[in-house]
Nanobody, 119 residues
Framework: QVQLQESGPGLVKPSQTLSLTCAVS??????????WSWIRQPPGKGLEWMGA???????YYSPSLKRRTSISRDTSKNQFTLQLSSVTPEDTAVYYC???????????WGQGTQVTVSS
């Protein structure tokens, strides 16, 4: 059974770049047909898909976040990374990584990590 675990700083200052890593065990991030996504949930709001990296390495981004988002991977460590630049307090959220069979579909989730943007 695949397991995902997010890690990264819980506090980021405005204008800085948020960087989170998702470590994957029990399955390879290069296995067909999987997509590996980042999703977030701001306080009091619904889930927002941010982007994904496919098993092939292709990346896909939410149009509303594309300008500030980058997703990459380290196949030797079986992990993938989210970078969100120029953060503001509106980027405060619980951030999740997940696996799915398509863009913005999910069958396995990490437990989530709280990120607060504040000076």
């Amino acid at each position: 059974q695949v397991q995902l675990q997010e890690s990264g700083p819980g506090l980021v200052k405005p204008s800085q770049t948020l960087s989170l890593t998702c470590a994957v065990s029990g399955g390879s991030i290069t296995s067909n047909p999987w997509y590996w996504s980042w999703i977030r949930q701001p306080p009091g709001k619904g889930l927002e898909w941010m982007g994904a990296i496919r098993y092939s390495g292709n990346t896909y981004y939410s149009p509303s976040l594309k300008r500030r988002t980058s997703i990459s991977r380290d196949t030797s460590k079986n992990q993938f990374t989210l970078q969100l630049s120029s953060v503001t307090p509106e980027d405060t959220a619980v951030y999740y990584c997940a696996r799915g069979g398509g863009v913005a579909t999910y069958d396995s989730w990490g437990q989530g990590t709280q990120v607060t943007v504040s000076s």
